[in-house]
């Protein structure tokens, strides 16, 4: 069992299983004093702990791609914060952001979220930009699922990022409302197709200029 420094330990809850096959990585204190991301710092930890070298994020997703849309390849898009409205650069960003990647040219599927006040928000944004999108409304998995099987993921910080990421999946991360750079370089999604757009001003022309230079479109 590998506690990651979760709420299996915060709460208090019965042990899961014999002491000796129990693990705990301290994910806020170890690496401490470098600014390697959990990723990276995981691997460390593997190393150390288990013996295990190499060791890079993965998750498995299911393999039926049903709900994926009709027109290959897409993009596939969140735009949830997790209740952190920090997070969301403010309108009209949404709706200008798919516009640009209606541009590219590739189909667009983008997830509703948990409903109610994220989906009216999505909606609208999908209104104004004129973007012809298919929706996602279902569960998360079943969104990682879609994921994993498009040419280009982007959204928020969220854990959308690190499926993409573990997939291996190109990205484009819009990375706001950070308290502290550290927190920043922890949570980034790492790897060779992570584009992260890190956001310590929220001013929408620019945010919207560095994502139209990485996806090379005017």
């Not at 995981?42 to 150390?48: I, N, Q, V």
């Not at 949404?94 to 948990?114: M, P, R, V």
Request: aromatic letters at 8%.
């Amino acid at each position: 069992m590998i506690d990651p420094d979760s709420r299996l330990t915060q709460l208090g809850l019965l042990p899961v299983c014999p002491e000796e096959r129990y693990h705990l990585f301290e994910s806020r204190a170890y690496g401490a004093d470098t600014d390697k991301s959990l990723p990276e710092l995981t691997a460390e930890w593997a190393a150390e702990t288990l013996g295990i070298s190499g060791a890079k994020p993965y998750i498995a997703v299911e393999t039926d791609k049903a709900a994926a849309p009709k027109q290959a390849p897409y993009i596939a898009v969140s735009l949830g914060v997790g209740e952190n409205p920090a997070k969301r650069i403010a309108d009209p960003f949404e709706a200008e952001l798919l516009a640009l990647l209606a541009k590219t040219g590739l189909a667009i599927c983008i997830d509703k979220g948990a409903g109610g006040a994220e989906a009216e928000r999505v909606e609208g944004a999908v209104d104004r930009s004129g973007a012809t999108v298919s929706y996602w409304e279902g569960s998360f998995a079943g969104f990682a699922t879609l994921i994993s099987g498009s040419k280009l993921y982007v959204g928020y910080d969220s854990a959308g990022q690190h499926v993409a990421a573990a997939c291996g999946v190109p990205l484009i991360s819009i990375f706001a409302g950070f308290p502290a750079p550290r927190m920043f370089e922890r949570w980034r999604p790492v790897g060779p197709n992570c584009q992260v757009i890190r956001v310590d001003r929220p001013d929408s022309p620019e945010i919207l200029d560095r994502v139209r230079e990485a996806l090379h479109v005017r």
